[in-house]
């Protein structure tokens, strides 16, 4: 196994967007991922903590509708909903990492979420365009924290540098937590596990609702698509098999295909229904996925081919192994110009809104 360690209706009025806009410019704060060590071949790796978001039951984030983008100093101002504000988190070359608190009414599980919209969002160009959402989850607990927003993984400014040279869609990315706590023996899986918060229906259904509510995005699956690393892979293989309404496409880099953690205990019935070495022979997917594998950890390859040849249609794998790579987020961030490009030709570009 292998391892990095009743939604409100409510439009914002035009003031009280310029208002939300000024106090974010004047938000310095600084944030970012933490980062893990990996587990591999059933060593233990080092974990990173942060204070994770606690769970609330019965709660709910306020979401408006798509509002029309108010425009000030001729830059369009993204909308968002009164208790699903964002502050930033911190600057990228390619524009503010954002970060909030989404409360999820059908999982009642409260969490952090990084969101970063890609420059030709707030063009005026683009002001009626809903744009592809890729979220992505990270290696390790990721317990407040996603390594996806930390400059060691760059995506923010490889995604820009790709749309300017044709290459790749301009994506809304959608950074989630995925754990509460930094217990490596008792993570969520990012499953709806029994007795624990409902971590895959936030994830799967609270998520996507809360970014269909507060931005301009392509509707349908089409262009929704979910990646992530060692745990992040997991986490994106499983989902994307477990609703391929919400997803059509996905990319686990070097991940594993178990579910492991020790809350599953008393719950096999359950577990096997998070299995994604179950879910991916089933058929019952309409999914693509590229699957990868670094070529300088046999374990690794071994596992990950494994994995690719149950899959069964519609669900669609290719396997791509990196030659001489190493299960280490320095390798994972090479892989990224390319796996961009794999999901700009599986998933449908900015379209009208």
């Not at 009414?105 to 970063?116: E, T, Y």
Request: proline content about 8%.
């Amino acid at each position: 196994m292998l391892r990095q360690s009743s939604r409100s209706r409510a439009v914002l009025t035009g003031a009280a967007v310029l208002a939300l806009a000024a106090s974010l410019a004047a938000c310095g704060s600084s944030g970012g991922g933490k980062e893990d060590g990996a587990k591999a071949a059933g060593t233990p790796g080092a974990s990173g903590t942060a204070a994770g978001g606690p769970t609330a039951a019965g709660a709910a984030t306020a979401a408006p509708a798509n509002a029309e983008p108010a425009v000030a100093s001729g830059k369009v101002l993204m909308p968002t909903g009164p208790n699903a504000a964002l502050t930033k988190a911190r600057d990228t070359a390619a524009g503010p990492i954002m970060v909030t608190t989404v409360t999820g009414a059908k999982s009642g599980v409260s969490g952090k979420v990084w969101v970063w919209l890609p420059p030709e969002y707030n063009d005026p160009k683009y002001a009626k365009t809903g744009f592809p959402v890729l979220t992505l989850f990270a290696g390790g607990q990721s317990n407040g924290y996603n390594t996806w927003t930390d400059n060691q993984l760059p995506i923010q400014e490889d995604n820009e540098a790709l749309v300017k040279a044709g290459k790749a869609h301009p994506f809304i990315m959608i950074m989630p937590v995925q754990n509460f706590n930094s217990d490596e023996h008792n993570a969520l899986d990012c499953s709806d596990i029994p007795g624990q918060p409902k971590m895959g229906t936030w994830m799967a259904q609270d998520i996507p609702d809360f970014v269909r509510a507060n931005f301009r995005t392509v509707k349908g699956r089409d262009g929704w698509g979910v990646m992530g690393a060692s745990t992040g892979g997991f986490c994106s293989a499983k989902l994307a098999l477990q609703h391929p309404d919400v997803y059509k496409a996905a990319v686990p880099i070097d991940g594993y295909y178990v579910p492991d953690s020790g809350l599953w205990k008393g719950h096999e019935a359950e577990r096997q229904a998070n299995n994604p070495d179950v879910l991916v022979a089933q058929g019952k997917a309409d999914v693509k996925m590229l699957v990868t594998a670094g070529g300088a950890n046999p374990y690794e390859t071994k596992l990950v081919k494994a994995w690719v040849a149950k899959a069964a249609p519609p669900a669609s794998l290719e396997y791509y192994e990196q030659p001489g790579g190493k299960h280490l987020t320095s390798d994972f961030k090479k892989m990224i110009p390319d796996t961009l490009q794999w999901l700009t030709k599986n998933l449908a570009g900015p379209a009208a809104d």
